[in-house]
């Protein structure tokens, strides 16, 4: 089955513009995650969307901004973006809810790669 | 990852084994994973263990629980330069009726020839 899809997989912005990010789950998985990695700061997690809505948020700035559509895809967002933003931007699909007899697993895209200029 | 935590760095010679560690914080987590991450490419999961278990084995792959100690190591046998990468351990915690996954900083594995 297909994996974790995620669109596009680099792009160069310069600072004070927005980017969107997109990635399509694996087919039945209803969450998505978003993490940002960076070589100072490591593995950062965004947030996550389970049926439409926000249900984790981690520290970031309001200028990161997310959805998911009813198909589970999602986007991200960044709004005017700043040189620190530059980063490999990760998104993982799940099944979303706890599994009894099982591991709840996340499987990743291969990223984003985002440079701002 | 600030309840998960990892050493940085780890350098090993070809054929050797390889030993990377990872402490946690939260005893009530379920299951602990370990994923792996090769230049470019996002993070694929190599194996997990739920926190019941002691240890498990697949293949090359070891790994080892210590729930009293919230010490998880993954040992590779006969290490080999396509195993040079980031590894990252991970732990999900149950929260209402789904998990929450919490990842530490990252072990980036040299192999050296």
């Known amino acids: 089955k297909a994996g974790v899809t995620q669109t596009p997989r680099y792009l160069i912005k310069t600072r004070g513009q927005q980017v969107t990010l997109s990635c399509s789950p694996i087919?039945?998985?209803?969450?998505v995650s978003w993490y940002q990695q960076t070589p100072g700061q490591g593995l950062q997690f965004l947030f996550e969307?389970?049926?439409?809505?926000?249900?984790n948020k981690g520290n970031f700035p309001g200028r990161f901004s997310g959805r998911q559509f009813s198909n589970s895809r999602s986007e991200m967002n960044v709004s005017t973006l700043e040189l620190g933003d530059s980063a490999l931007y990760l998104c993982?699909?799940?099944?979303?809810?706890?599994?009894?007899?099982?591991?709840?697993?996340?499987?990743f895209g291969a990223g984003s790669r985002l440079t701002v200029l | 990852g600030e309840d998960v935590e990892q050493s940085l760095f780890l350098s090993v010679r070809e054929g050797d084994s390889s030993v990377i560690n990872c402490t946690y914080t939260?005893?009530?987590?379920?299951?602990l994973y370990w994923y792996k991450q090769e230049p470019g490419a996002g993070l694929q999961l190599l194996t997990y263990?739920?926190?019941?278990?002691d240890m498990k084995q697949d293949q090359r792959l070891t790994v080892l629980l210590n729930k009293k100690d919230k010490h998880l190591s993954l040992r590779i046998a006969d290490t080999q330069t396509g195993d040079s990468a980031i590894y990252f351990c991970?732990?999900?915690?149950?929260?209402?009726?789904?998990?929450?996954?919490?990842f530490g900083s990252g072990t980036k594995l040299n192999v050296k020839p």
């Open positions: 993982a699909s799940s099944l979303g809810l706890a599994v009894p007899s099982g591991a709840n697993v996340l499987t």
């Open positions: 087919s039945g998985h209803r969450s």
């Open positions: 969307y389970f049926s439409e809505t926000q249900r």
């Open positions: 939260d005893s009530s987590s379920t299951y």
């Open positions: 263990i739920f926190s019941n278990m």
């Open positions: 991970a732990e999900s915690r149950r929260w209402d009726n789904f998990n929450k996954f919490y």
